[in-house]
C-alpha cells in the first residue's frame, strides 16, 4: 500500500521541492492535517487527513488518472480543474511516483523542468565526471538535480545522496571511492 512515506520520498527527490504541514483545525496541535508540497510555493501534490492524495496536473495528464483509477475524481478550484484526488491505498508506488513527478513537471520553471527532463536520459558513464559503476539510476537522480561533477558530490552529505530517490548505498560507497581517487574530501 502505499503511503505518506513514498509520497515525501518522491516529493522531496525533485528539486527545490519543499513540504508544509497544517494543523487539525483543531487548535489543539494534536493530530495530523495536511502534507503539501510546493515548488516555488506553489502546490503540485497533497496528501490530506482523509488520505486522499491531491496531484495538480494537466488537463490530459489528469485524464489519464481518471481513465485508469475508477476511484480517482477531477480536483477543481471553482469551476476550474486543477488536476485528480484519489485514495493514496488505490494508486501503486510506481504510479504514485510517475504522477507526482508529472505534476512537479507542470508547476517547474522551463530551466528546472529542462534539466529534469535531460536527466531521465541520462546514461551512466556520459555525465560529467560522474563515475559509469554507480548506474543509470544514480547517475539520472544527481542529474535531476544538476549535480554533474565529483566536485558537486564532495558537497553532499551521505545522508543527503541516500535520500535521493535512485541513490542507494552502493552508488554512495562508489562515489566515495572515486571522490578518493579525485582527491576531493567527502563532506560529514
Excluded at 10 to 34: M, Q
Excluded at 139 to 161: F, K, N, P, W, Y
Amino acid at each position: 500500500m502505499t503511503s505518506l512515506a513514498q509520497l515525501r520520498k518522491t516529493a522531496l527527490s525533485l528539486p527545490e521541492t519543499a513540504e508544509r504541514g497544517t494543523g487539525s483545525g483543531s487548535g489543539s496541535g494534536s493530530g495530523s492535517g495536511t502534507k503539501s508540497f510546493t515548488l516555488r510555493d506553489k502546490r503540485f501534490a497533497s496528501l490530506g487527513k482523509d488520505a486522499y492524495v491531491q496531484l495538480h496536473l494537466p488537463a490530459a495528464d489528469a485524464d489519464e488518472v481518471l481513465a485508469a483509477h475508477p476511484t480517482a475524481e477531477r480536483l477543481t478550484r471553482g469551476a476550474t480543474p486543477i488536476g485528480v484526488r484519489l485514495p493514496i491505498g488505490d494508486i501503486n508506488g510506481q504510479q504514485l511516483n510517475h504522477w507526482v513527478r508529472r505534476a512537479w513537471l507542470a508547476h517547474a520553471p522551463k530551466r528546472l523542468a529542462a534539466q529534469a527532463q535531460a536527466a531521465e536520459t541520462a546514461a551512466a558513464g556520459e555525465v560529467g565526471d560522474l563515475p559509469r559503476a554507480i548506474g543509470s539510476p544514480a547517475t539520472r537522480a544527481l542529474a535531476d538535480v544538476g549535480i554533474t561533477t565529483l566536485a558537486q558530490v564532495a558537497e553532499l552529505s551521505e545522508s543527503e545522496l541516500l535520500a535521493m530517490h535512485g541513490v542507494g548505498p552502493k552508488a554512495v560507497r562508489l562515489l566515495g571511492e572515486a571522490l578518493s581517487a579525485a582527491g576531493h574530501r567527502p563532506k560529514g
